[in-house]
């Protein structure tokens, strides 16, 4: 009497346990999961580290060539006040060059991205309110980084500019004109004019993840789906084999033949994401932020795997209809999901668009966890898990039909 | 002959019979391209997001400033916690806030403030000078026409403006003349997908020769080449056969791929000539490779797994995911061992020079070689593991 409750419900899930333990001994043996949970991941994160872990584009200081032949205070101090503080703060390297010619050789072969020239006379033109010009010059394949420097240069002469506009403006209004003490005085008070509008740097965190740490969560979660799959396809190759009519015959509840094949993917799927952050952490030097994070999210993200993966199982005849299907979604979900180059910075719809991948989540959690505490991450689990229930009642309503054979 | 050439065309028809093969081959690539050209064709230049807190003169002209900024893309975002959002998860290059006060402030003699949002890094410093070009740009004539009130020759502050506007055209101002040197990588600029459909025509063209380790394992598996040289039929026929269809496949996926983007997204491929070379070219090198590849494994799933990393990686290295531009040199110099390398900077001739045949001579030479070496490679392996086989 006081036996037969105690031992009933310990039996379904001893039963689904030997279903997992069988399944994923066969999976090691057959070399699969390892393959593709991750040596497949693990070989593509360290092969885009290693190459593109030097290429960071906009990220370069910028060589750029001065060639001052003025040597005025007007443009010793755009040198002085303008150039170097940029050249400190890591955005520009200058390379000062004897003359114009050789500046602009320089940067025709792009030895140097851009080069500034400022002809002699510069600085006395612009004291005498006279026309004056600086050159810049640019790579011809370089147009943005030109661009920039070109920026630099007319932030500076917008400056000057204001103050000649202001002294000339009040004169051409003066009635009867100024006299040129007057205009001298007039600079000088333009000079000190408080600036009509300012700029304070105000310094957001980082939210996205730095490229070791994209290319590796985005390999990990992209073959998750791969992962997982092997355990929920398990049910179809039961079936293909014969061998689901024998598990169905024998005493125990069909429950716990889908709970067996459920346990195998999340095991699967959890150990290889686990062993992925340890190894891509410790040979790329990858960070994935707060581990309690990072477990919470790979633990959703493995659910909402399953949940999806399951439901594709459930519409196929057999294990290798299955695996084609599962693998046409995982591909899709894997592009739009962010997990190649990140889809959620696309400008216009598609920067929504990706939302409806569960793997746009978990690396948007991995993202937010960089910059705050673990209470961040809650929007993102919540989504993955709204993934793994949908999808997973879904398929559930239609696995009736499945273990009958 | 003509049996290798029944070979060939039975391999075709049996890889598209599987119509998960239809889409790794033709729908996937075609949806890369155009998830790439929607996220990065457009412009390369930084994204700066802006909030104008109240809609003024003043500070929609300082908008319109930035929207004329040729470095910037500017895109409105409505409040300041979006774009603070947006800036740190990187949708944004970096922010700019326009407080409602700013109109205000101006008019009334003080500085107004406007917020940059940037994260650490030089990117988002590169967009702030830029930034700050447009806001001193801005501040001219702002500047004078508060200086016109200041000195009382104007009543008010759009009387100063007014007269500062007028007085610009009188005064001689200060400049920064702009000079190109050298010549750019593109003459032409490729248009949104362009690039994205050479890479990944070439990236795909060659994962789906890797494939091919697949299928020949399968078919060993299953005994087809046993059974093939049970019949009348020599291993050069079978080896010619097995050669040829795996070519069949990658120009029927070229073809498609080519003239599909072309139709829908509207991508231009250059001389038709010197396309078809560089594809034929590429094919019969990304063929010798997936055969020779095929050769070396047993089982299906390590042929996978590695088709994946060798495909991919090569890919990778070859720029066709990131362009060979951004490489450093000696990256670039060590990029060039992948027959894509050649290919890619093919295309780039071809696409973005509008070159024609005879300019690509140099790089259709070292896919020629590679082709030639390849493919002398894998008939010789090949013909060994059918003999084997059978």
Redesign the interface.
């Known amino acids: 009497m006081t036996e037969q409750p105690a031992r009933r419900p310990r039996a379904p899930a001893r039963a689904a346990l030997l279903i997992a333990e069988k399944d994923l001994k066969a999976r090691i043996r057959?070399?699969?999961a390892l393959?593709?949970g991750i040596?497949?991941p693990l070989?593509?994160a360290f092969?885009?580290n290693a190459?593109?872990g030097?290429?960071s584009?906009?990220?370069?200081?910028?060589s750029l060539g001065v060639a001052v032949s003025d040597h005025g205070p007007v443009s010793q101090a755009f040198v002085r006040q303008v150039l170097d503080p940029?050249q400190r703060?890591?955005?520009l390297v200058l390379h000062t060059e004897p003359s114009a010619a050789a500046a602009?050789?320089l940067?025709?072969?792009?030895t140097l991205r851009a080069a500034i020239v400022i002809p002699s006379g510069f600085s006395g033109a612009?004291l005498a309110?006279?026309?004056?010009?600086?050159?810049?010059?640019?790579?011809?394949?370089a147009?943005?980084t030109?661009?920039?420097v070109?920026?630099?240069?007319?932030?500076?002469?917008?400056?000057?500019?204001?103050?000649?506009?202001?002294?000339?403006?009040?004169a051409?209004?003066?009635p009867g004109g100024l006299s040129p003490a007057r205009i001298g005085q007039?600079a000088a008070?333009?000079a000190a004019?408080?600036?009509?509008?300012?700029?304070?740097?105000?310094?957001?965190?980082?939210?996205?993840l730095d490229n070791k740490s994209f290319y590796s969560a985005g390999m990990a979660v992209f073959f998750l789906f791969f992962t997982v799959s092997f355990g929920v396809t398990g049910l179809l190759e039961e079936r293909n084999d014969g061998t689901m009519a024998r598990l169905i015959a024998a005493p125990i509840p069909r429950a716990s033949i889908l709970a067996g094949k459920l346990i195998t993917s999340f095991v699967l799927g959890a150990f290889s994401m686990t062993v992925l952050v340890i190894a891509t952490s410790l040979l790329f030097g990858a960070s994935w932020g707060n581990p309690a994070g990072v477990a919470l999210l790979i633990a959703a993200a493995t659910l909402a795997a399953i949940g999806i993966m399951s439901l594709i199982a459930t519409f196929a005849r057999n294990a290798e209809q299955a695996s084609?299907?599962q693998?046409?979604v995982a591909?899709?979900l894997g592009?739009?999901g962010g997990t190649?180059?990140?889809?959620?910075?696309?400008?216009?719809i598609?920067?929504k668009l990706t939302l409806i991948a569960p793997q746009a989540w978990f690396l948007?959690g991995l993202?937010d966890l960089r910059?705050g505490s673990l209470s961040v991450i809650w929007t993102p689990i919540a989504a993955l898990l709204v993934f793994t229930v949908v999808t997973g009642a879904v398929a559930l309503f239609r696995l009736r039909h499945l273990a009958e054979v | 002959m003509t049996k290798a050439i029944v070979i060939a065309l039975n391999d075709l028809r049996r890889t598209f019979r599987r119509r998960v093969n239809i889409f790794f081959v033709f729908v996937f690539p075609m949806l890369l391209i155009l998830v790439l050209g929607a996220t990065f064709g457009n412009s390369s230049s930084p994204r700066l997001g802006v909030v104008v807190a109240r809609s003024q003169p003043l500070a929609n002209a300082l908008l319109r400033q930035l929207q004329r900024t040729p470095e910037l893309q500017v895109a409105v975002v409505g409040s300041d916690s979006a774009l603070l959002t947006g800036v740190e998860r990187g949708n944004y290059d970096a922010g700019l806030e326009i407080p409602a006060s700013y109109d205000a402030a101006i008019a009334g003699g003080r500085t107004a403030a406007v917020s940059y949002l940037a994260r650490p890094g030089v990117a988002a410093q590169r967009v702030g000078e830029a930034v700050r070009g447009a806001v001193a740009r801005q501040a001219t004539l702002l500047g004078a026409a508060r200086f016109a009130v200041a000195e009382r020759t104007a009543p008010d502050l759009p009387a100063g403006l007014a007269q500062a506007r007028r007085a610009t055209t009188a005064v001689p101002l200060v400049s920064v003349t702009q000079r190109v040197a050298g010549t750019a990588t593109f003459s032409q600029t490729p248009g949104q997908f362009d690039q994205g459909a050479w890479t990944e025509l070439l990236l795909f063209m060659f994962l789906t020769a890797l494939t091919a380790a697949i299928a020949l394992i399968e078919a060993r598996r299953l005994g087809v080449p046993r059974r093939v040289l049970a019949t009348p039929t020599s291993v050069s026929c079978l080896v010619a056969g097995t050669t040829l269809g795996r070519l069949l496949v990658g120009m029927v996926q070229a073809l498609v791929i080519i003239f599909g983007s072309a139709l829908l997204f509207g991508v231009t491929w250059g001389q038709p000539l010197g396309v078809a070379a560089v594809v034929i070219l590429f094919g019969l090198v990304a063929t010798g490779f997936g055969i020779a590849v095929g050769t070396l494994f047993r089982t299906e799933q390590q042929a996978q797994g590695v088709s994946l990393l060798l495909g991919l990686g090569l890919a990778a290295l070859g720029g066709c995911m990131v362009p060979l531009e951004v490489f450093s040199p000696t990256l670039r110099t060590i990029a060039h061992i992948t027959p894509h390398a050649w290919a890619n900077d093919a295309f780039a001739k071809l696409i973005g020079d509008g070159a024609s045949i005879g300019a690509i001579a140099p790089q259709l030479g070292v896919l020629a070689a590679y082709a030639v070496a390849l493919l002398a490679l894998a008939t010789w392996r090949l013909r060994r593991v059918l003999v084997a086989a059978a």
């Not at chain 1, 309110?129 to 394949?141: H, L």
């Not at chain 1, 190649?340 to 216009?348: E, K, L, N």
């Open positions: 057959d070399r699969s393959i593709f040596l497949v070989g593509l092969i885009f190459i593109f030097g290429v584009g906009n990220s370069l200081a910028i940029l703060s890591g955005l602009r050789s940067t025709a072969n792009g612009v309110n006279q026309p004056a010009s600086m050159t810049v010059i640019e790579n011809a394949s147009p943005v030109a661009q920039i070109h920026a630099i240069a007319e932030g500076y002469t917008a400056d000057l500019n204001r103050i000649r506009l202001s002294v000339r403006t009040v051409a209004n003066s007039l008070r333009a004019a408080e600036v009509p509008v300012a700029i304070r740097d105000i310094s957001a965190s980082t939210k996205e084609n299907w693998s046409v591909v899709i592009l739009l190649f180059f990140p889809v959620s910075q696309a400008p216009g598609l920067s948007r993202g910059a």
